[in-house]
T-cell receptor
């Protein structure tokens, strides 16, 4: 079945620097790749997602890139701020509704942004 | 307000004492699922349901049961809890599973089995 590997497990950056989190997936049929942010003690929330027909997507300081050939995708956060400190999860899905279409999550990256 | 509601939020129980964690959503979503979150392992799916009376195992179903008698409710049942089921549990719902529609998570239920 699908497997998603996420790196690094922890990441510490200075405020204003960029942060990059990488994920690889095993199933070449995967076609939907969301990223979730989980603040301490709270639920995961979707921050950005990308489909397999797109190579890059941006939303203000956040961007996601997808390399289907290499089967990896990355989250890029520019001009980091202390409020970006959280655990980030990547996920992948083959996305066929009547076959379950379940998301497989990576192990998570704990991002710490130091003022 | 669109929401997924779980109860209880915090529970300490003893080994072998049956418990149920309830989950309810008000968005008329077909797809609901349960995840457990453990340090270093991310979110792992326990069970999911594509609609009323349709449920299936996720990646870590052992020791759990679910039911989907109504569209809005998807309870998680631990018939005989064991300490290795100590975890943070999330219920989630979506209009179409993992197919690109946003998955909404509940606030989480912290379960400790002693």
């Amino acid at each position: 079945g699908e497997n998603v590997e996420q790196h690094p497990s922890t990441l510490s950056v200075q405020e204003g620097d960029s942060a990059v989190i990488k994920c690889t997936y095993s199933d070449s049929a995967s076609n939907y790749f969301p990223w979730y942010k989980q603040e301490l003690g709270k639920r995961p929330q979707l921050i950005i997602d990308i489909r397999s027909n797109v190579g890059e997507k941006k939303d203000q300081r956040i961007a996601v890139t997808l390399n289907k050939t290499a089967k990896h995708f990355s989250l890029h956060i520019t001009e980091t701020q202390p409020e970006d400190s959280a655990v980030y999860f990547c996920a992948a899905s083959k996305g066929i509704y009547n076959q379950g279409g379940k998301l497989i999550f990576g192990q998570g990256t704990e991002l710490s942004v130091k003022p | 307000e669109a929401q997924v509601t779980q109860n209880p939020r915090y529970l300490i129980t003893v080994t072998g004492k049956k418990l149920t964690v309830t989950c309810s959503q008000n968005m008329n979503h077909e797809y609901m699922s349960w995840y457990r979150q453990d340090p270093g392992l991310g979110l792992r799916q326990i069970y999911y349901s594509m609609n009323v009376e349709v449920t299936d195992k996720g990646d870590v179903p052992e020791g759990y049961k679910v039911s989907r008698k109504e569209k809005r409710n998807f309870p998680l049942i631990l018939e005989s809890p064991s300490p290795n089921q100590t975890s943070l549990y999330f219920c989630a719902s979506s209009s179409q599973g993992g197919t690109g529609n946003t998955i909404y998570f509940g606030e989480g239920s912290w379960l400790t089995v002693v």
